[in-house]
């Protein structure tokens, strides 16, 4: 079975600070890695993913996060958070081993103040 | 870009009928999705369908959902005696073969009164 585990329900930033949402997963094989965006009734947007290569992954938005091979993470950044950054934040994991669904997280919303 | 589009966007349906969602598909995308998501909670999978069959379900695809790829274009989900806990954001997603991204479409509020 795969799980994905966002361990903060919220986040709250200063605008123009660096944001960090969090993220582990649990998977047998190796992991394909997502995170999407959701903005208020809106559907899920694609921000970035992890497949293979370098651990560094950059994304919509100036987006990246960093894949942790040792630590099972995940975790989503950006340097300096803008205000239109407040959302709600999934990560998903797949593995093609257990089947071709995603997997989500419960979700983190990030409260961007200016 | 090429979008996942779904139908109708919101619907509010007595307990007990049947409903159905519509989702189109990108053209040449081989895998489609049905998930869900409660009010505030996490975005759930229901089942997967390849290749005119489906593939995976979880749990809460029970036997009153159903999916059907009518026409080769449109992919329906089938909720035959709704419930008040079937409310929910239904959200269809398409894959290529041997792609490594999922497009989501915007989403059906199904409201169960």
């Known amino acids: 079975a795969q799980s994905v585990a966002q361990p903060e329900d919220q986040v709250n930033v200063a605008e123009g600070n660096p944001l960090t949402v969090k993220c582990t997963y649990s998977?047998?094989?190796?992991?394909?890695l997502f995170w999407y965006v959701q903005y208020p009734n809106r559907g899920l947007q694609f921000l970035l993913k992890y497949i293979t290569g370098d651990n560094l992954v950059k994304g919509s938005y100036g987006f990246e996060a960093e894949f942790n091979k040792s630590q099972t993470s995940f975790h989503l950044k950006k340097p300096s958070a803008l205000v239109s950054d407040s959302a709600l934040y999934f990560c998903?994991?797949?593995?093609?081993?257990?089947?071709?669904?995603?997997?989500f997280g419960g979700g983190t919303r990030l409260m961007v103040k200016p | 870009e090429p979008e996942v589009t779904q139908t109708p966007s919101h619907q509010v349906t007595q307990m007990g009928q049947e409903v159905i969602l519509r989702c189109v598909p990108i053209s040449n995308h081989l895998y489609f999705y049905w998930y869900r998501q409660i009010l505030g909670q996490k975005v759930e999978f229901l089942v997967s369908f390849y290749n005119n069959e489906i593939s995976e379900k979880s749990e809460i695809f029970d036997d009153q959902f159903s999916v059907e790829r009518p026409d080769g274009s449109n992919f329906t989900l089938k909720i035959r005696s709704t419930k008040l806990e079937d409310s929910a954001m239904y959200f269809c997603?398409?894959?290529?073969?041997?792609?490594?991204?999922?497009?989501f479409g915007s989403g059906t509020r199904l409201t169960v009164v």
């Open positions: 997603a398409s894959r290529e073969q041997g792609g490594n991204g999922y497009t």
């Open positions: 998977v047998s094989g190796n992991p394909y």
């Open positions: 998903a994991v797949e593995s093609r081993d257990a089947g071709n669904m995603l997997t």
